[in-house]
């Protein structure tokens, strides 16, 4: 006989999992309690709830596998809900469980607005955002429920679910033996061809292009195929375009990385990919910021091959009149595995010309884009500041990056080596994702490596308490404060569409505290760079510093991304626009 709140932790516990992150409340009192009862758990409480989801979104991702999150019901519910969207929309596995008010008190059938405190219909307002939702109304399916939660969590495309358990079940005793048990899941049909099906098409496909681009995405990291990946490349010396969830892939070093592409991407890059004859898209859904606006305007020259897990991914092109040649629905462990080496070797492409034409592209539009992000204004400018931090931070760096300029300038920046990971709510972009999630990757990867959280002082207010959690943990990471005085990633939409009107973007609108007294206040330690000449000293002395550090980095208000595209204008055509003879010069298809 067990108290279902202590068969919840031990089932938690054999999944694998070692920390679960949480905020405690009168509905999740018998979770919480059971959590830290267990000894293979390690409990770490958050100052928020919104946080102890976004460190359990960090943790998975950082340990590549699953995490987990409390809270208690209510409010403490929906403060989960920014960090779920950060799972769902990143497919990453996180099991969220809420605590609900007691069967008794519950509204069922009455059609009121609430009966008991705090009460609020968890499984309702989540269910567009997971995987797999459920209220726990009988004890005895508990085993089936959690069962269940983590296959649909793991299978096919990843990504979260909750279990909202009620006050006075979580109190009952049950009798593990007679629990009922989940069978698994039925295998469904494919709407699309299996890879066995197109397999010759696509060699024949990659022996006949002349100027090929393989896309990577998101899904290599997530299926664990980053060697496969490689090697797979590598035999067909093709070039790959990175987009920003997968940046990490390839050192900036490989001879065959251009470097990340998409709305905010770098001008070579989009040039390649937009002139390619050959895309083979792999883990990629390839959104508006990959595709840019309007959608049909994306390598509309091109072949394109698209291999996804998710057949809603692969069927959605139609609505927005976007043709694409052949659709695969596959694991990419299924992928890699059909392609032998020696077949690829003998469809690899000769594509020394095309990579040399790629690499004018880059040394010509970087030195133009390069000249135009040089500043008079006083402060570090943030171009300098994102090279100069990939070349100081170790090769075995876990880097956490948040939202706006900060994401943007660190992939149109950084210079990736080694085994460096940057991770990044790549499709939420939640403000203060960073903070939380890189205290869930120091519980995911300990010592392994050093930890740098990059985050704009816009994010930083938004899960600056935590802080406060860091200090309590001792967790030794190196923030990396961004201070541009607001929001420079709206101000730069207010240039393009508001005449620089920048209403609640800036200083006129929003205030900010003395960060050195603030982080002195949490007790790190802290130190200053507002020069490029301070630059390198004050990066190495946080690094080098024991325990955790605010770097602050002053940034000149008026720094903007540069280049990136405007809302209707196809990928090759960013801003600020190339005089239109250089432009022409460098299309190799027609120009819109």
Not at 136 to 148: A, N, Q, V
Request: contains cysteine; negative net charge.
């Amino acid at each position: 006989m067990i108290k279902l709140s202590d068969y919840v932790a031990q089932f938690i516990s054999s999944l694998g999992v070692d920390t679960v992150f949480a905020v405690s409340g009168g509905a999740s009192l018998h979770l919480i309690h059971s959590m830290d009862a267990c000894s293979q758990i390690k409990l770490v409480c958050t100052h928020h709830e919104q946080s102890a989801a976004m460190a359990a979104d960090g943790y998975a991702r950082a340990k590549g596998s699953i995490g987990v999150a409390v809270s208690t019901s209510g409010p403490g519910a929906t403060n989960l809900i920014t960090g779920i969207c950060c799972s769902f929309y990143d497919s990453v596995p996180v099991l969220y469980i809420t605590g609900q008010v007691s069967t008794f008190r519950g509204v069922g059938d009455t059609k009121v607005r609430q009966i008991g405190f705090q009460e609020t219909p968890t499984v309702d307002i989540c269910r567009p955002i997971t995987k797999y939702v459920v209220g726990i109304s009988d004890p005895m399916r508990i085993r089936y429920e959690l069962e269940k939660a983590v296959a649909l969590m793991s299978s096919g495309r990843p990504g979260p679910a909750v279990i909202d358990i009620p006050d006075n079940l979580q109190r009952e005793v049950i009798n593990e033996d007679e629990l009922v048990r989940f069978d698994g899941l039925p295998k469904r049909p494919s709407q699309f061809p299996a890879v066995i099906e197109v397999k010759a098409g696509i060699l024949a496909a990659i022996a006949k292009a002349s100027r090929p681009v393989v896309i990577a995405g998101w899904g290599v990291h997530v299926a664990g195929m980053e060697k496969e990946f490689r090697e797979f490349v590598e035999m067909l010396n093709t070039p790959v375009a990175l987009t920003w969830a997968a940046a990490d892939l390839l050192p900036e070093s490989h001879p065959l990385n251009i470097g990340r592409f998409g709305t905010h991407g770098m001008r070579h890059a989009n040039f390649s990919v937009q002139n390619a004859d050959l895309i083979i898209s792999l883990g990629s859904r390839l959104d508006t910021k990959a595709t840019g606006s309007p959608i049909n305007t994306f390598a509309r020259a091109a072949k394109k091959i698209m291999i996804d897990i998710d057949p809603t991914e692969l069927a959605k092109f139609k609505s927005f009149g976007l043709n694409l040649d052949v659709l695969v629905q596959a694991d990419l462990r299924e992928f890699f595995c059909a392609f032998s080496g020696v077949e690829l070797c003998r469809a690899a492409c000769q594509s020394s010309d095309w990579l040399a034409h790629i690499n004018q592209w880059r040394e010509e539009f970087n030195g133009i884009d390069s000249s135009i992000r040089n500043s008079n204004d006083v402060g570090v400018n943030p171009y300098k500041l994102m090279r100069q931090l990939s070349e100081i931070v170790p090769q075995d760096a876990t880097v956490m990056v948040d939202t706006g300029c900060s994401i943007a300038w660190s992939m149109q920046a950084w210079q990736f080596r080694g085994r460096q990971r940057l991770f990044h709510d790549f499709n939420n972009t939640a403000m203060g994702w960073s903070l939380p999630a890189a205290i869930g990757a120091w519980f995911a990867n300990g010592s392994t490596g050093p930890l740098v959280c990059v985050v704009g002082d816009g994010s930083f207010m938004m899960n600056l308490q935590e802080l406060a959690t860091i200090k309590h943990h001792a967790v030794p990471i190196k923030i990396i404060l961004i201070n541009n005085g607001g929001y420079a990633m709206i101000r730069q939409t207010q240039d393009q569409w508001l005449g620089s009107c920048y209403v609640a973007s800036s200083n006129e609108g929003l205030s900010f505290p003395d960060f050195e007294v603030l982080s002195k206040s949490f007790g790190l330690s802290y130190t200053l760079a507002d020069s490029d000449t301070m630059l390198f000293t004050a990066i190495r002395g946080a690094l080098e510093t024991r325990g955790a550090v605010l770097c602050e980095v002053r940034v000149p208000q008026s720094a903007r991304v540069i280049p990136q595209v405007k809302f209707g204008r196809p990928n090759e055509d960013m801003e600020p626009l190339l005089p239109r003879k250089l432009f022409d010069e460098n299309m190799l298809i027609d120009r819109i």
